[in-house]
T-cell receptor, first 115, second 112 residues
Framework: AQSVTQLDSQVPVFEEAPVELRCNYS??????LFWYVQYPNQGLQLLLK??????LVESINGFEAEFNKSQTSFHLRKPSVHISDTAEYFC?????????????FGTGTKLQVIP | EAGVAQSPRYKIIEKRQSVAFWCNPI?????LYWYQQILGQGPKLLIQ????????DSQLPKDRFSAERLKGVDSTLKIQPAKLEDSAVYLC??????????FGDGTRLSIL
């Protein structure tokens, strides 16, 4: 069975500073990796995904994540955060199992951007 | 495209009462998921449908929770009877095969 670990439950960071949210996974088969963002009282929204190809993936709002197979990591980074980035971020791993995709979410990291 | 629709947004009931949630996925999405998200935790999969068949309900408390997806489109999740520990946000999501999930805004359930 696969698992996802987000070690940091909360990450405070000053506005315009860089940030890294860590995600490690374990799986015995090939995986697809995702980062979702959740704003208060809303569902999860896809931030970025790794399905195949280039190991560095980027979102439209300046976030990027790099798939590192040897370290089984998919850390999320942004060089300069904004107040509007304050939200909870979830890493997820998907594997194909018995003809359907099985999704496992991490426990989430709350990013708090300080003015 | 229209997103995943869920109703109601909020529900308050007393313990031992029954409650039902409704979800209408994005048109054409064969896979539908119900998640339970307890405050401060990540989403926990309750049940996953592929069209109108169940592919994973291993974490569904079947003594009190039930779900159906008639005709392979919209779905309902029911709790009967509710317990205090069922207080959570219930999220519905849908997806195409091997593609990211699209989530609804969820139903926030409070048990008194």
């Amino acid at each position: 069975a696969q698992s996802v670990t987000q070690l940091d439950s909360q990450v405070p960071v000053f506005e315009e500073a860089p940030v890294e949210l860590r995600c490690n996974y374990s799986s015995s088969v090939s995986v697809y990796l995702f980062w979702y963002v959740q704003y208060p009282n809303q569902g999860l929204q896809l931030l970025l995904k790794y399905l195949s190809g280039s190991t560095l993936v980027e979102s439209i709002n300046g976030f990027e994540a790099e798939f590192n197979k040897s370290q089984t990591s998919f850390h999320l980074r942004k060089p300069s955060v904004h107040i509007s980035d304050t939200a909870e971020y979830f890493c997820a791993v998907t594997v194909n199992s018995g003809g359907y995709q099985k999704v496992t979410f991490g426990t989430g990291t709350k990013l708090q951007v300080i003015p | 495209e229209a997103g995943v629709a869920q109703s109601p947004r909020y529900k308050i009931i007393e313990k031992r009462q029954s409650v039902a949630f409704w979800c209408n996925p994005i048109s054409g999405h064969a896979t539908l998921y119900w998640y339970q998200q307890i405050l401060g935790q990540g989403p926990k999969l309750l049940i996953q449908f592929q069209n109108n068949g169940v592919v994973d309900d291993s974490q569904l408390p079947k003594d009190r929770f039930s779900a159906e997806r008639l005709k392979g489109v919209d779905s309902t999740l029911k709790i009967q009877p509710a317990k205090l520990e069922d207080s959570a946000v219930y999220l519905c999501a849908s997806s195409l095969s091997n593609q990211p999930q699209h989530f609804g805004d969820g139903t926030r359930l409070s048990i008194l």
